[in-house]
């Protein structure tokens, strides 16, 4: 009783230290579209279960009024290979955002995407495995 108490009490930590993100994000064509590929890997034994990937890309949006907003959040759709957030975490995977018409880094060029200044913040969740947060 002792330890399905404790275990349940316990929180992850320096759990974030071992989830590892590559340092690049790559533009390439996969299938035919073009896409923005990085990996994700997890370090540790315990695998995390149920676990969700997002990405936020952040840069400065102006209105059609002129209105500047400097840190316009905008949804990239993430997924594995298929399309979907949900992954199954046990070994390093890569996550594809696919740029299409609805994907706000379709109208980017190259030389854009090294002038431009944004920042993309991906959010990865999940259970872990042996305790269950």
Not at 44 to 53: N, Q
Not at 73 to 93: A, N, S, T
Not at 112 to 131: A, C, H, M, N, Y
Request: contains cysteine; aromatic residues 10%.
């Amino acid at each position: 009783m002792v330890g399905i108490v404790f275990a349940k009490l316990s929180r992850p930590k320096k759990r974030t230290q071992t989830l590892m993100f590559s340092r690049n994000a790559c533009l390439c064509l996969r299938d035919g579209e073009m896409c923005m590929l990085f990996r994700v890997g997890d370090m540790r034994k315990s695998h995390i279960i149920e676990a969700h990937v997002r990405a936020q890309l952040i840069r400065k949006r102006v209105t059609l009024e002129g209105e500047v907003l400097p840190f316009f959040q905008y949804e990239l759709d993430v997924g594995y290979d298929i399309g979907e957030d949900r992954i199954f975490f046990i070994w390093p995977m890569t996550i594809i955002h696919k740029i299409n018409e609805n994907s706000p880094l379709f109208d980017l060029s190259a030389h854009d995407l090294l002038r431009e200044k944004f920042e993309i913040v991906v959010i990865l969740e999940g259970v872990i495995e042996s305790t269950g947060a």
